[in-house]
């Protein structure tokens, strides 16, 4: 199975990120004088199981600062979900779409295949990475990251997603919102209706529970896959983030 890729470059470093560079964009932060989004095209090109690979940000900066050739270079708009529209419409795939942030430069063209893999054991529209919260601070003990209770475990999602691109087209609402919420699990518990939110709150919400949710609420299959690999949700979004990455890890 060889799907095309979409990484999303296109979020504006207007936030904390930029007391520790100055660039316009957050791929384009350097560590080990290499911009983050350059890690991950590299593990991209690197998977077996990918195909086409395009990116979605400010074209100038990417064909200036990115050394690896992309299939397709894609201007970035005014919102994550803009972005991933005009990703999607352009590269026209008639298979699933693997859409990759690029803040996160630790990630291994491996574990891209792994996923890839075990997202082909089950028929879904929707595959989503989650990692929990014993192999994230195994790897990652001082970083901070959002977590879910679940009856399974505790978990951190990670910043990628295996995807039809139809489900984009029909789901943009849901979408849109799941993006805005994604680091606040208790308002994105909200979408799903009241008994998940008690569930939620005293514990006993299980990952079958919530897919079979969704499924309901959007009309298409979506599953959280477990993976080992925190590398998957290490994303470099606050300066925290970025001075452990420096400093210890590449």
């Known amino acids: 199975m060889k799907v095309d890729v979409l990484i999303l470059a296109g979020a504006r470093n207007e936030g ?70 005009s990703g999607i419409r352009e590269l026209n795939s008639q298979g699933y779409v693997f859409l990759i942030s690029s803040d996160i430069p630790l990630i291994k063209s491996e574990v891209i295949d792994e996923f890839i893999e075990s997202c082909q054991e089950e028929k879904a529209d929707i595959y989503y990475p989650i990692i929990s ?69 005293i514990g006993s919400l299980s990952l079958e529970e919530i897919e079979r949710r969704v499924s309901e609420i959007i009309g298409y299959k979506g599953l959280g896959m477990i993976t080992e690999h925190p590398e998957v949700g290490f994303d470099i979004d606050k300066p925290s983030d970025l001075i452990l990455m420096r400093e210890k890890y590449i």
């Open 133 to 201: 919260r014993e192999d994230n601070q195994a790897k990652f003990p001082t970083a901070k990251r959002t977590y879910v209770r679940l009856a399974e475990g505790t978990f951190t999602g990670g910043n990628m997603v295996l995807i039809k691109p139809e489900v984009l087209n029909d789901t943009l609402y849901w979408l849109e919102k799941a993006i805005t919420w994604r680091k606040k699990p208790w308002k994105l518990s909200r979408l799903l209706g009241v008994k998940i939110i008690f569930k939620y709150l």
């Open 16 to 85: 904390p990120l930029r007391e520790y560079s100055p660039v316009t964009h957050e791929a384009f932060i350097e560590i080990a004088d290499i911009p983050m989004v350059e890690y991950v095209i590299n593990a991209v090109k690197a998977a077996h199981h990918t195909d086409r690979i395009a990116i979605v940000g400010p074209r100038s900066e990417i064909e200036r600062s990115v050394h690896q050739k992309v299939d397709l270079i894609i201007d970035s708009g005014n919102s994550m979900i803009e972005n991933i529209q």
